[in-house]
């Protein structure tokens, strides 16, 4: 059955006729105007030069041979290209050509049709494709470039590519430049870098070599030459020139004495081609061929590359020509080069020269000075993407009151022309240090985690995040927050906003359970933990002013770890593009209150009694102390006689009080479940100012109950049926042990309790010595 709704552009030339075709892009074209929609913008804001569709010059039709007006080509969408050539075309000729090889060898030839044909998907590559249509006829080659440019859906190209691209070039200055894409970008003027970079010289010397030729073949047409004197030393019987009258008179002297073997000295002038401007020319002559066979054998070597052979017989084609041009006879004539004397008018205004000189200016000076007009292989937009995300992450982290420490790496590896980065673990990595708190944080860019890792591996496959915070604190623990960028969104998550794609949530969950650490024990096995407190995903979703609205993930954030955050730049110096992103690592991470005040330290143990970082499986319990006690009073107001009694002969079987109490000590939930001790502190009589606690209970279990549902029996007091409110009940497993000796605390009938382990009560006999080391989750600022 037919496809009704395909999109077709189609071009006639008087050699061939140009048709494309694709399904329908009301899909991709509703995601545009809703990515642009979102920022108060339309499809009429989109640059002219985006939407443009050439062949030769001349713009394409549509199907209906109305005129190009939206958008056409998307990325990651199927293409079929189909070139039908007429007749008089030489059968067999015809070929397209590109950079990169996918879409050079992509183009099949039908020969029984004289048909070249083609399904294309760009992927993530964005910007201007151009490629040319080779043939001959009658013998005699033609070429004509096809120019379009690819667009994103997920982001205002023009906009928000431009400010990604100029914080990564502030950090890693070459790392986005490829030899081949599928696609360029226009990378107009930038800072000149220290640093030889062969890809820069490689665009221009694509931009520039049809110049540059034209006016080397004007140089060696017509050689600059200047008249020189030469002075020689000849005798008598040698000399053939017309002397002056002097030079008569000396030789008379010479023949008259009998002097005939006597050299004469004769100066005369002639034309002479080793001028300072010839020997410019020869040095750029020997320094393009120098180039061009570097590059060459750079891409030749690379098993990998993605270099096309068309464009390989290209460069090999300039290197021929250059070959040819340093070759002619008259460099036999003309030194080396040491630099022009002053200003030359004859690279100025010369024939050829001219070109040559101000060819070689850019050529040398990259693209410094080329206004806009050179262009680069640039990677994928998912990795450049990636990177910033990484690069966003650097600048929150900063924010919070870290210092950058250490970069383990000053410059990023170079293979076969491209900057990459190192693929070790926590390689790539920045080291942060907040003198506040002493906590340690290393941000790194895909670091791998494999079976042969030793603190940190995996054991079936490796794993390789795009980013990864490993924070370390004061005493030595550590653990992980893992990000990783998806440039994709998928709309049917959410019915109002942006979503992340679902299998990218699924493989944070694949993270947290395959990264597994290893803490080295004396004459054990080591202990194995999972050292990911939580992996999220960021995705290019717009969510205009993130200080206002919630986002969607966070329920899953809070509850299990797992979640996305929204990432797109954002205009000027605002930063509410990434609001959600900056309250999550301040929560998690702390951060500056004001200007030069911190914010109180936290404890080493706020880090670990989240939800999130707690969840054990079924019928196992996260226990961060062992032997957890609690000393705590009990209340003797308004309780019976027969309850007092049991609390000063050991022989309570529960004990309960308010979860607002323990909230006022901003004390975690998860901490009281972690209770297994009770030490509870009673007056032998009413007029005493010290409680006493002889007897330690052992905690079977910890509930959260209303205080209607606890029966008087327990409390000592009788119930109110109407009272909801929460109530910690905790319930004992058997007698309690009797202490050796008593534990003291001052009576007071404000409620307050301090934790520490049950190994510490040999240390300590009274409520003042529970202190320092021997109290526990004494630095917890936050109100659960």
């Known amino acids: 059955m037919a496809n009704t709704g395909t999109e077709t552009l189609q071009y006639q030339h008087e050699d061939f006729g140009l048709y494309i075709s694709c399904d329908s892009l009301e899909s991709s074209r509703k995601k545009l105007l809703n990515t642009y929609s979102q920022r108060g913008l339309s499809f009429s804001d989109i640059p002219l030069n985006e939407l443009k ?40 000729s015809a070929t397209v050509n590109h950079k990169h090889k996918l879409l050079d060898q992509s183009f099949t030839l039908n020969p029984r049709r004289n048909v070249l044909q083609a399904m294309i998907n760009f992927g993530n590559d964005v910007g201007k494709c151009e490629f040319s249509i080779s043939y001959t006829v009658d013998g005699v080659k033609k070429s004509l470039p096809v120019i ?91 000399i053939n020139k017309k002397l002056n009258s002097k030079q008569q008179e000396h030789a008379r002297e010479l023949v008259k004495s009998k002097r005939l073997n006597t050299r004469m000295q004769l100066t005369h002038q002639r034309l002479n081609v080793d001028t300072p401007e010839n020997r410019f020319i020869k040095m750029v002559l020997q320094v393009t061929k120098k180039n061009l066979s570097k590059i060459i054998k750079g891409i030749a070597t690379d098993k990998g590359s993605s270099v096309s052979t068309s464009f390989m017989e290209l460069l090999s084609l300039w ?3 250059i070959a040819r041009f340093s070759q002619h006879q008259l460099w036999q004539e003309v030194g080396s080069y040491d630099g022009v004397y002053g200003e030359s008018k004859v690279l100025q205004q010369g024939t050829g020269y001219p070109k040559v000189y101000k060819n070689w200016q850019q050529l040398k000076y990259y693209l410094n000075g080329t206004k806009g007009d050179a262009q680069l292989s640039i990677k994928s937009i998912a990795d450049i993407y990636e990177v910033w995300c990484f690069l966003e992450v650097k600048s929150i982290i900063e924010s919070l009151g870290f210092e950058e420490q250490k970069k383990s790496i000053s410059t990023l590896k170079k293979v076969q022309f491209e900057k990459q980065f190192p693929k070790d673990e926590m390689a790539a990595a920045f080291v942060f240090v907040r003198s506040s708190d002493g906590v340690v944080i290393e941000l790194a860019h895909e670091p791998s985690f494999t079976p042969k890792g030793k603190t940190n591996r995996t054991w079936l496959a490796n794993q390789r995040p795009d980013i990864v915070l490993r924070v370390t604190l004061t005493n030595q623990e550590s653990f992980l927050i893992l990000f990783d960028a998806k440039y994709r969104i998928d709309t049917s998550q959410f019915k109002e906003h942006d979503g992340v794609p679902e299998d990218a949530l699924n493989q944070m969950h694949r993270y947290r359970d395959a990264i597994i650490h290893q803490q080295e024990l004396q004459h054990e096995r080591p202990f194995k933990s999972r050292p990911v407190m939580g992996a999220f995903a960021f995705y290019p979703g717009f969510f205009n002013k993130q200080e206002i609205g919630g986002n969607p993930y966070d329920e899953a954030i809070n509850e299990i770890g797992i979640g996305a955050f929204a990432l797109l730049p954002s205009e000027g110096a605002s930063h509410g593009h990434n609001v959600w992103l900056r309250h999550y690592l301040q929560k998690k991470l702390g951060h500056i209150k004001a200007q030069t005040t911190y914010a109180k330290p936290k404890g080493n143990d706020y880090y670990f009694v989240e939800d999130a970082s707690r969840i054990s499986p079924y019928g196992m319990r ?41 909230n006022r000590q901003n004390i975690h939930r998860n901490i009281i479940r972690e209770i297994r001790y009770l030490l509870l502190t009673v007056r032998d009589e009413m007029s005493d100012d010290f409680q006493y606690g002889k007897y330690l209970y052992r905690v079977e279990s910890v509930k959260l109950v209303p205080r209607k549902d606890i029966p008087s ?35 007071a ?18 409520w003042e010595g529970v202190t320092g080391s021997l109290q526990l989750y004494t630095e917890l600022d936050e109100n659960w």
């Open 53 to 92: 569709v050439e062949v030769g010059g001349c713009s394409l039709l549509t199907d209906s041979e109305g005129p190009f007006s939206v958008p056409f080509f998307f990325e990651n969408r199927q293409y079929w290209f189909e070139i039908e050539f007429e007749n008089h075309v030489d059968s067999g």
């Open 148 to 238: 379009f440019n690819v667009l994103a859906t997920k982001m205002v190209q023009h906009q928000d590519l431009a400010q990604m691209n100029q914080k990564i070039d502030s950090t890693y200055p070459l790392w986005r430049y490829s030899i081949s894409g599928k696609t360029t970008q226009y990378q107009g003027k930038s800072r000149r870098h220290s640093e030889k970079f062969e890809l820069f010289w490689l665009a221009q010397i694509e931009r520039l070599f049809d110049d540059l030729e034209q006016g080397l073949k004007r140089v060696l047409l017509a050689p600059h030459n200047r008249l020189q004197s030469f002075t020689v030393h000849q005798k008598l019987d040698r």
């Open 319 to 321: 290197q021929g020509k």
């Open 622 to 662: 996260s226990v961060r102390h062992h032997g957890l006690t609690m000393i705590a009073p009990v209340n003797e107001i308004d309780r019976s006689s027969d309850y007092l009694k049991k609390a000063r002969t050991g022989t309570l079987t529960h004990y309960h009080t308010k979860l607002m109490a323990t």
């Open 713 to 747: 029996s327990i409390t000592g007091k009788e119930e109110d049926s109407s009272d909801t409110s929460s109530f910690w009940l905790f319930t004992f497993s058997s007698s309690p042990v009797l202490l050796s000796q008593a534990f003291r605390k001052p009576y």
């Open 749 to 766: 009938e404000h409620f307050q309790f301090k934790l520490t382990k049950v190994q510490y009560l040999d240390q300590i006999s009274q």
